[in-house]
């Protein structure tokens, strides 16, 4: 599991926080501080989906740009990685107008059309937002490769290949690889047609291939991702998805991730209660709803935690909390609650600071069940499944 910016630069890095920033309270905040365990089952089961993906497309644009920017590096119009990375961010910008010319009427994900509308760009360009899934899915081949060096290897590369063909203008080779410089950054896949034809629907060629990458990939084989894909299953919530014909440890950290969404809920919705203090009778009564049917199932904490890291304050805490919840000792559990916070959040806890922050009954804190990035996942593999013809 790859967690972080060490891929990215400072600049990049700020774009990302930004973006997060815009999710709002309810996408973005973690009071509890679950997330590390939330994003390894996530990378387990949706490996290369990340939040901000909108569309399977992208999969596939971004490498017929890099193709088209290495053919302006042989003709010496780019001559530096970074004067390349500038040229994509610029042809992506030029593609959002294409996207929407060109797709269906009401067609959703076409990433800067918002900002289209206002006549900008957005600053977080599809590249940023879809370069890990490359790697992972093994569209990039390298695993490591960041987006800068991709560039800078590119442009090196590029001018190697023209020297070779300039030095060896005029002679024959019998021997294929002897004008090769090294093995493609990106698996083989053109454009049917060219980029300001392009749709933000996937072709029937450009699904499998993104279907093929998905069965195999070591990152994303035999994950819930491919799983989907190989069943040609859409499914409308996470807890729906059928486990009939899943491998055994698929079948196993599907279940868990199911048992943990169920587990987490109930601190959520306590949360809530806390940050309350008593003006929502409503979601005291949906936290009574979830311990009667919570407690009326076997649960066991343990095999749920170690099958990912879990870091042990969030390990006590979710023990504390389980043990505290089975004997409804509620004025300790709500002062468990608000001591975690604490340990997350520091002095922007809201427990702490009842003057400072006002509870609204319209947007409670993360008043929803965790999806493990289920709900981008499913955008994806619908828009294969339909460029499949399924």
Known sequence: MEIGF????????????????LLGDQTALDELGI???????????????????????????IPYLFAQGEQLVQRGRLRSGKEFLTWLNGEEDKL???????????????????????KRTVKMKPSAIYWSGLRTLGVVRRDKLSLPMACALTVQRAKQRQALERKTEGDTYDDRTAGDTGEALFLPIHPEGTLETAEISLTERE?????????????????????????NLVCTDFEEIPEEGMEEGLRRDYRLAKEFRRFIYGAHLRYNVVYANG???GMEAR???????????????EPVLNRVSCPAPLMQFCVRFLELAERK????????????????????????????????????????????RFGRANVIVQDILNGLGG
């Open 6 to 21: 060490i891929d990215f630069s400072q600049g990049e890095r700020n774009r990302i926080l930004s973006t997060l920033r």
């Open 35 to 61: 997330g590390s365990v939330r994003d390894a089952y996530a990378e387990l089961l949706f490996p290369g989906i990340s939040t901000l993906q909108t569309r399977a497309k992208y999969f596939v644009l």
């Open 96 to 118: 959002v107008p294409v996207l929407v010319e060109n797709s269906h009427l009401g067609e959703t994900g076409i990433i800067g059309s918002n900002a289209l509308k206002q």
């Open 207 to 231: 699904a499998e291939f993104l279907a093929e990458c998905i069965a195999r990939s070591p990152y994303t084989r035999g994950s819930l991702l491919d799983f989907l894909v190989q069943k």
């Open 279 to 281: 003006t929502d009778q």
């Open 287 to 301: 936290f009574h709803e979830w311990y009667n049917a919570f407690f009326r199932e076997p649960f066991s904490l």
């Open 329 to 372: 000792a509620w004025g300790e559990l709500d002062e468990l609650v608000v001591a975690r916070e604490q340990q997350v959040k520091g002095d922007r806890a809201k427990l702490r600071k009842p003057h400072e922050y006002r509870y609204d009954q319209q947007r409670p804190i993360h008043d929803y069940p965790l999806d493990f």
